[in-house]
């Protein structure tokens, strides 16, 4: 699996990967491909939004290393720039491609791209892409219970204008020991839009991490 960074069309749809972030993506990854930091190391860090939550210390000294090695590559981002990149999903995209990578899965993958019929399209956390098939994917890296619905309502909204997407449930440690709410199934069928249209769920619980759902659906690709 490769890293998309020019549009492509893909059927009836045209995926066109964001320009952002294009220099931290390529030491990101860089850093991956070398073994300076684990998948696992990435995705403790990128599981939170920093910026704005108090996360465990030891994830903290994570995003303090993978600043340090940034800086290595010549990037002078410090531990507070990887914190403010947390707000947003694209680390946690990155982790997620390494982990598809490494399992030598072909196809693409597109960080943060615009998918959709129209020239603009509609923003995505990311997309899956093969041959004529693309599957846009939006990420909610879940800390509480309680915004679920209203998450699920937008990205049924969204996925009304997409014949295919899917919407990605990251379970942070924290959350994945709680007793998830009375009528969860029933909220995640909501999502079902239609048969193209599901969710997966991923989980991060002390030493475990659970990604067999993304790795099922970039094989069924």
Not at 45 to 52: G, K
């Amino acid at each position: 699996m490769e890293l998309l960074f020019r549009e492509l069309n893909v059927g009836d749809f045209a995926v066109r990967p964001s320009q952002k972030n294009e220099k931290e993506i390529g030491a990101v990854v860089s850093i991956l491909e070398e073994g300076e930091l684990s998948v696992g190391d990435l995705l403790a860090v990128a599981q939170y939004d920093l910026s704005s939550m108090q996360a465990p210390g030891w994830v903290r000294k994570e995003a303090e290393r993978l600043a340090r090695l940034l800086r290595r590559r010549g990037l002078k981002r410090s531990a507070k720039a990887v914190f403010r990149w947390t707000s947003s999903s694209w680390l946690f995209s990155l982790a997620i491609y390494r982990h598809l990578a490494e399992r030598g899965l072909p196809g693409y993958f597109a960080v943060e791209p615009y998918v959709g019929l129209t020239e603009a399209g509609d923003p995505f956390d990311y997309a899956l892409v093969k041959e004529d098939r693309a599957v846009p994917v939006e990420v909610k890296r879940l800390a509480s219970w309680a915004n679920l619905e209203q998450y699920i309502g937008d990205f049924r909204e969204k996925a009304q204008r997409i014949t295919t997407a899917v919407l990605h449930l990251h379970l942070t440690e924290k959350l994945c020991r709680l007793t998830p709410p009375k009528g969860l199934r029933a909220l995640l069928e909501l999502a079902n839009t239609g048969p193209e249209t599901r969710v997966i769920l991923t989980y991060h619980c002390g030493d475990a991490w659970s990604l067999e759902d993304v790795a099922r659906l970039a094989e069924g690709l």
